[in-house]
């Protein structure tokens, strides 16, 4: 992942500073931009707003799921190319998938009604807090341009990370999980993230139907799953973002990670047919077997460290110097990929702000790093496993007891 970062650096820049430039026609594709909402009046006409500012073609589908609050009041409220879809209970409130398949015929009928191209017709997901860069229908117009792109996911932004757990979240999207993303684009197997993912309506619709979101706690990777059994491809932008607000409490980070772990079993339905696919390639399937057995590996490594750690600290209680050095210095051989990330996250803060990337000044308040904070922040990304391990272990509680609730966060 390093390497292929490092290999690409002088490109990558050069792209950054071209970032707001386009080969293609500004209204070259119609946008749909689905929101899917619950309870999300504090959030939603900002982001609406936001969404309205970006350049080019769009209809924006707000697709409320039994708001209690005052959502439907504020959208209605947004002037703009905005519309609104209600789910109602019992049908609502039963998962993310659900919720933007029900927006899918409102698709249908609006390209057929204002006679679209539907070839040229692209889906985009952000979420109710989600803010587009102002470049980003410039890249994915660029990317769509090309026949054989199916779908594109951007870059993932924490919005205004105050706090060392937001700073943490910020260091996992923009840099641990953007270097990621830029390593399976050189295995073809980019995944989509419940954020800023974008499709092309027909060749979609044509292998997966009007239906093609599943109900797996993690809808995204399930619609990556079957994008790549049906032989569809997805890109990768990196010059381009989104913003999300990041949590503040470990207790809702731990929350947030049993679903995605809970998510990613829900995917091992999908194994078989992974198994005997003749449409996806060899890499590809690897990197699903990693996916997929990650969270098993993790738990055991994590079970191990506390063994082991016990284990040696009770060994050499009675020599507390060298107990004391040798925690010391492992400690600090931990720290290294922590070190190594914090360092990269800081060089792309200031790589993005100088091509003027960046969607708020407050996303970047990083760049003035206090000493403090960065050793905070290289201490939780470097153990932030101890954490975490709580979130495994109820994930996978959930599973054995069949509870598949979607646990959503809520707003401050």
Known sequence: MLFVYFNQRKPYKKALLDAHHSKTSVDQFFYFILIPCLNEEKVIQAT???????????QIIVIDDD????????????????????????????GKGDSLNYAMPTIQKYIRDNHLNPHNCIVGVIDADGVLSNNSIYKLN?????????????RVKMKAPKKVLQTFQDIEFFTINHLTQLFRSNLNAVALCGNGQFFRYSSITKKLGTAPWGNALLEDYELTLRMELHGLHIRYIGDAYVDQEALRSVKKLVVQRARWSQGGFNCWKYLRRIITSKKMTTIQKFDTYFFFFQPVLNLLADFSIIYLT??????HINNPEFLF???????????????????IYLQELRLNDHAKLVINREDVLNI???????????G?????????FFSLIISIYHEMIGQNTWAKTKRI
């Open 310 to 315: 016990a284990h040696f600290i009770l060994s």
């Open 325 to 343: 050095v040798a925690i010391f210095a492992l400690a600090v051989v931990g720290l290294l990929f922590g070190t190594v990330f914090t360092i």
């Open 142 to 154: 660029d990317a769509f341009i090309n026949e054989k792109t199916d779908a594109v996911q951007l």
């Open 48 to 58: 609406l707003r936001d969404a309205l500012r970006l350049p080019g073609q769009k």
């Open 67 to 94: 708001s209690i609050d005052d959502t439907l009041i504020r959208v209605k409220e947004t002037p703009g190319p905005i519309m609104t879809v209600e789910r109602k209970l019992p049908n609502a409130r039963t």
């Open 380 to 388: 939780l990304i470097s153990y932030i496993y101890v954490v975490l």
């Open 368 to 378: 003035k790093f206090h000493l403090h904070r960065i050793f905070f922040a290289i």
